[in-house]
């Protein structure tokens, strides 16, 4: 009979709306998750397609409180329990009433230090984390996605820690594990912050551009995502749209036939060749539509997307092919699952939601489940929650890497395999006349790698294949791999051509559109998933052209939820002794996030648009100007008001008497003065003043935060985020923690991110059990190349 991957892990879900997800994204994986209500229900209920969302997938229990016994009874069986204290509501429940349970805190800046009991919602996360600084346009504020980017990336990193938390647990006791959110959002900035140590570069918003290039472009009825790149990836891109511009007569276009697009670098480029090649562009797009050019897109693989709505998504073949919608709860179409699972044996249970949110009271208080098993006391784990796990990783870019990265911090030992002879782009984007190490230059790429082993090996060659094999089936408990769809099949190194040798490997292919589907092969990297997946949609403001988050969000939101599913793979290899295959598509991931928006367009036909920073719920929801601090201009703060009584605070202290602005309704009819009393007020002190001021007084303010100002943050070096290390090539640079920890567990790296096969003595003679003369003899023929 099939088993799911957590079967027998059992949550109690005491969580607010900011990782409320989190218990869906365990449900989905198979755990029992317990929600545990008041008799009014909790808050999420009032929002009925995030209650939808979210709500899915679990159990309801109401108990009259954080003291009724009801609750301790759950709490005594439970494995781990999420909780969001300091968010309005929530309860505060003795840990010592789960002493068995990994107790999993969620607060915006983690649970102790000098801001930890600042308050913040998904507005002031963002504020915090330097992300928003950089998204938007240069004439106006910083601004956020419409809809809760920062719950997004919570909820795959809480369920990720949880079961981090989970594997450490060895027998009897507990452990803790502390989620900063705003820690967790950092990652999406794509080591920018770390990078300002080095570059100095606070950040910059840049509209609808990347770098110096146009990066959103308006067609007939839209916008596609296309970036201005070079690299012989491309080269077949930029041919085929010389060709289909030409046929049009496109004024300019036989300039793109002129470019040696396999050293392009738009960095380096001048102005004027931006130029030609942007006006062409810019100008066929400017003709077509959205769906014409998503299109041609899928027939010739280029590296464009439309910017998708929901209009487009529930009618997507891609998604439509992979089953990614099912009925559910009166829903004809709802996002029912984030990942593909599929065994050998056909043992492993799928991944996806089958129960609609529950009706208030609808369970017992009790498990429905044996506990899961866990390993005997005194099993020795090492200094981190997943040291002894081997992982080998496969691909490129940033979205593998960043997944991988995860246990890495957390002691395992992650070893990429690639090639000095097709090295990874961001060693190649690197190249330029400003980086004297070559390939070995690359920041990002040394950023995103951290603390990992690297070994090459000449995949074209069938030894260096059998040798990775060998690695995959004795060595690995757990392979990623992120590369295009057929790429691990061409090699011979795909998960069906494994299973006959081993029957327990944990394996996950994590490209964008996933293994299956009309569109599989379609090309793209963040930007793509971010204009596919409804975030570049949702982020800007109305009146002008979507702008997309800050860091190309996909690249860095989609990792999270993969290492999430190879932590329940490999937590379903220690329970049942067999392996698991599971496919993941980026965009797909990005959708699933925002399930509630997609729910209320399948529900309605509504489609709520990108809204600057404004919010239905809530009058002030913004980002308000600031004094100037010495050098720096260009200061701000955000500040949200969350009830009337809020309100009636603030407008006492900023001077407003109006009684007409008492009630959300009034302020929504009257959100342009009320944002202009805000801002006169602000506008006079320092982003600092404002928000320690009214935070004091219980109101939500948060300076808004440039890469530069996080190394000044004191909860940020409470935390000690940063980690100095030095590079074999670059020297000494700095490195960042992930978003939690675990109580009794180390977290760090040991090494900077890895050169090329820098540890190929040891992959070749410890784990192949090479003698040196048989590595000379097939490092001389180009095996380990």
């Known amino acids: 009979m099939a088993t799911s991957l957590l079967e027998g892990v059992r949550v109690v879900d005491l969580a607010g709306q900011p ?34 969302a979210w709500g899915a997938g679990k159990r309801s229990v109401v108990v009259d409180g954080p003291d009724d016994a009801r609750l301790h009874e759950l709490l005594a069986g439970a494995d781990i329990v999420i909780d969001t204290p300091g968010v309005p509501g929530s309860w505060i429940v003795d840990p010592a009433h789960a002493p068995q349970a990994v107790w999993v805190h969620v607060t915006p800046f983690g649970a102790d230090g000098p801001r930890a009991r600042w308050r913040a919602s998904d507005l002031g996360v963002m504020a915090s984390s330097g992300n928003m600084w950089a998204t938007g346009d240069p004439d106006r504020a910083p601004v956020a996605c419409t809809l809760p980017s920062s719950y997004a990336h919570t909820a795959g990193e809480v369920a990720f ?11 009897e006791g507990s452990r803790v594990v502390d989620c900063s959110m705003q820690e967790i959002v950092f990652v999406a900035n794509m080591a920018a912050i770390a990078g300002f140590e080095d570059n100095g570069q606070r950040g910059q918003r840049m509209g609808a551009n990347i770098g110096r290039t146009r990066e959103i472009w308006p067609t007939r009825d839209g916008f596609v995502s296309y970036g201005v790149r070079g690299g012989a990836a491309r080269l077949k891109n930029w041919d085929k749209l010389a060709e289909l511009m030409m046929a049009e007569r496109v004024p300019g276009a036989n ?32 003709r077509h539509t959205n769906q014409e050019l998503y299109d041609l897109a899928c027939e010739f693989n280029l590296f464009l997307a439309p910017v998708m709505s929901p209009r487009e998504m529930l009618v997507n073949a891609q998604l439509a092919s992979r089953d990614f919608f099912a009925p559910l709860g009166g829903y004809g179409r709802f996002p029912h699952r984030f990942v593909v699972t599929s065994s050998a044996d056909g043992e492993a249970a799928p991944t996806a939601v089958t129960k609609a949110a529950p009706a208030l009271g609808s369970s017992e208080p009790s498990w429905t489940r044996e506990p899961a098993p866990l390993p005997a006391t005194g099993i020795d784990y090492g200094t981190g929650a997943w040291a002894g796990v081997n992982i080998l990783e496969f691909g490129s ?3 593998g890497p960043i997944s991988t990265r995860y246990f890495a911090e957390h002691g395992a030992t992650v070893l990429r395999i690639e090639s000095a002879s097709r090295p990874d782009f961001l060693r190649v984007m690197a190249l330029g006349p400003k980086n004297p190490h070559g390939l070995e230059g690359s920041p990002l790429y040394d950023t995103l790698n951290v603390g990992k082993r690297n070994a ?17 089936v004795e060595w690995a408990d757990a392979v990623v791999e992120n590369f295009a769809p057929r790429a691990m099949k061409g090699f011979g190194l795909d998960y069906s051509s494994l299973v006959d040798q081993t029957d327990n490997l944990v394996m996950i292919s994590a490209c964008l559109n996933g293994q299956t589907g009309p569109h599989k092969d379609y090309p793209g990297f963040g930007s793509q998933g971010s204009a596919l997946s409804g975030f570049t949609y949702l982020t800007g403001w109305p009146d002008r052209e979507p702008v997309g988050p800050f860091g190309t969000i996909t690249d860095s939101l989609a990792p999270r939820y993969v ?15 067999r392996g698991v295959y599971l496919d993941l598509s980026q965009v797909e991931v990005g959708i699933f996030t925002l399930s509630p928006w997609l729910i209320e367009a399948d529900a309605n036909g509504t489609i709520v648009d990108r809204d600057g920073n404004r919010s239905s719920l809530a009058v002030p929801h913004g980002v308000f100007p600031s004094a100037d601090e010495g050098e720096l201009s260009d200061r701000w703060v955000a500040i949200a008001c969350w009830t009337d009584d809020e309100w ?57 935060a440039d890469f530069g100002d996080i190394y000044d943050d004191p909860q940020v070096a409470h935390r000690d985020h940063f980690v100095p290390l030095t590079h074999a090539a670059m020297g000494p640079r700095m490195y960042e923690h992930n978003g939690f920890r675990v109580s009794g567990c180390a977290a760090g790296y040991d090494r900077a991110g890895p050169l090329l096969g820098q540890d190929n003595d040891w992959v070749q003679t410890e784990l192949l059990g090479l003698s040196d003369d048989e590595r000379g003899r097939l490092a001389a023929e180009g095996v380990f190349k």
């Open 19 to 52: 990782a409320a997800a989190a218990g869906r994204v365990l449900a989905d994986l198979g755990a029992d998750v317990v929600l545990v209500e008041p008799p009014e229900g909790v808050a999420l209920r009032t929002l009925p397609y995030e209650w939808a």
């Open 161 to 171: 820690a949880a079961l981090s938390g989970l594997w450490a647990k060895s027998g």
């Open 255 to 286: 300039a793109l036939t002129t470019i040696d697009w396999t050293t392009f670098n738009n960095v380096n480029a001048s102005d004027a060749e931006l130029d030609a090649i942007q006006a062409p562009l810019g100008e066929w797009f400017s």
């Open 397 to 399: 870019g940033a979205a």
């Open 456 to 472: 090459t090996f000449n995949l074209k060659d069938p030894r260096a294949v059998a040798f990775v094999r060998k690695l995959m």
């Open 563 to 577: 290492a999430a599913a190879v932590a329940a793979g490999l937590h379903y290899r220690r329970r049942t002794g």
């Open 648 to 704: 009636a605070t603030l407008a006492a202290e900023i001077g407003v008497s109006d009684p007409g602005l008492a009630t959300l309704d009034a302020r929504l009819a009257r959100i342009d003065e009320v944002e202009a009393a805000v801002g006169a007020w602000t506008r006079a002190r320092s982003r600092l003043e404002v928000a320690e001021r009214l935070q004091s007084l219980g109101i939500e303010a948060v300076p808004v």
